[in-house]
């Protein structure tokens, strides 16, 4: 039983260019979470999303940030126009059922902008 | 809103026992969640407490007092393979988790 997949693992983008990440959940789960590891810092939820719906995207920044979880396929972080301060490990987890199942993460990606 | 409470660093000695506390205040309670996260890596799933009381799983053990905001992790017979970062997650209202800063725990010889 594969775990949740992330990748890239590791991905260098210029200032202005496009960053997206792609999280595959565990078999079976249908709830999928995003957080962001600033250095040294603790996990920041940014957005939670179930198959073709946001459930609650309030950790997100409003500009340049966006994510989808279609039927078909991974969750996608997007991150259009990447500045520095984007720079964190990007972690997504998933979870069987949005109650109280553990969420289980990612590996993570590691971006950098430059 | 959320507050959660840990000290950022603790230091013990192999074979030791280490106890990391942790303290809360969320909008709603429905359990809380403890994740060791290696320097580089995912946070791991440790325990999950609902009910007041110790739960205990091998080396590791949690404890929760709803009433009191309040979980500890306990950690006996350290090895050098758990110094680690320490994340104390209580879940609230919300569904996401909201993690505490951590506490990195050093395992010396």
């Known amino acids: 039983n594969a775990g949740v997949m992330q990748n890239p693992r590791h991905l260098v983008r210029r200032r202005g260019q496009e960053a997206r990440l792609r999280c595959s959940p565990m078999?079976?789960?249908?709830?999928v979470y995003w957080y962001r590891q600033l250095p040294e810092e603790g996990l920041k939820f940014m957005v939670y999303?179930?198959?073709?719906?946001?459930?609650?995207e309030s950790g997100m920044p409003k500009e340049r940030f966006s994510a989808e979880f279609p039927k078909e396929g991974p969750s996608i972080l997007r991150i259009q126009q990447v500045v520095r301060g984007d720079s964190a490990a990007y972690f997504c987890?998933?979870?069987?059922?949005?109650?109280?199942?553990?969420?289980?993460f990612g590996p993570g990606t590691r971006l950098t902008v430059l | 809103g959320q507050n959660i409470d840990q000290p950022t660093e603790m230091t013990a000695t192999e074979g030791a026992i280490v106890q990391i506390n942790c303290t809360y205040q969320?909008?709603?309670?429905?359990?809380l969640f403890w994740y060791q996260q290696h320097a580089g890596e995912a946070p791991t799933f440790l325990s999950y407490?609902?009910?007041?009381g110790l739960e205990e799983k091998g080396r590791f053990s949690s404890f929760l007092s709803r009433s009191k905001g309040y979980s500890y992790l306990l950690l006996k017979e350290l090895q050098m393979k758990d110094s680690a970062s320490y994340l104390c997650a209580p879940w609230g209202s919300a569904r996401q988790l909201t993690f505490g800063s951590g506490t990195q725990l050093t395992v010396l010889p």
């Open positions: 407490n609902v009910l007041d």
């Open positions: 078999k079976g789960h249908s709830h």
């Open positions: 969320t909008s709603g309670f429905n359990g």
């Open positions: 999303l179930q198959k073709e719906n946001i459930i609650d």
């Open positions: 987890a998933s979870q069987n059922d949005g109650g109280a199942d553990t969420q289980y």
